[in-house]
């Protein structure tokens, strides 16, 4: 998983000098330029006045899986994918395998083993009380099929079939690229959802940087939220 930002809102002509926080306070008094050390800022959020942050956009490159990515473009954010029709795909992000929690059909506990790609061959890392010794062949014989799977990939590519048909048998695991842009209200929405327990752990942990990426340049504003927790909204 990687995550970086890569581009923002920028101000022009008299909002150039701004940064994001302070254009955030200049749209809300339609112009007006102050400094207030922060007071609308927090007024604002202390109230729920969301609609300036409208205004503001942020974009991210990140990297992660298809199972992830599909979760992810479930907000109603920007978002641009990279395509596995042109391109030789089968490289796949570490599968951390968490046992189902036995009350919370929403929630995963104790890692009990990763499988990852290193060239060519899938190792298993088992840690963890979880791992029992059944656990563990599960894993080897799931890193088998994996490591199988990728060789019939390879074999199709080598026979002259197409990448956007030799696509259909990779897992979701396959690693992927793509960018996410939003505005910084549907931005918190994301973090809202994504940063909270029940979400996914491999989607908190997206959320959780692109928060602190957006804390960066909005010290002040993140301040005022219980953000990495979630459900502030």
Known sequence: MKVELVSKTVGLNSYSELDNEQLVAAIARHGTIKDDNGK?????????HWSPLQFIQFNFKIQTSRRISAQIFRHQNNHQEWSQRYSKSNEIEPMEMRM????????????????????NTYNVASTGSA?????????????????ELDACYEELLDVGIAKECAANILPMASTTHIHLGGNLRSLLCFLNVRCDHHAQKEIQDIATAMGELMAEQLPNLMATLDWRNGMFM
């Open 40 to 48: 609308l800022i927090k007024y604002l959020m202390d109230n729920a």
């Open 100 to 119: 189902e929690h036995k009350t919370n059909r929403q929630s995963s506990t104790e890692t009990c083993g990763v499988i990852s790609k290193v060239s």
């Open 131 to 147: 791992a029992s010794e059944k656990t563990k062949e599960v894993l080897v014989k799931t890193a088998m099929a994996l490591e």
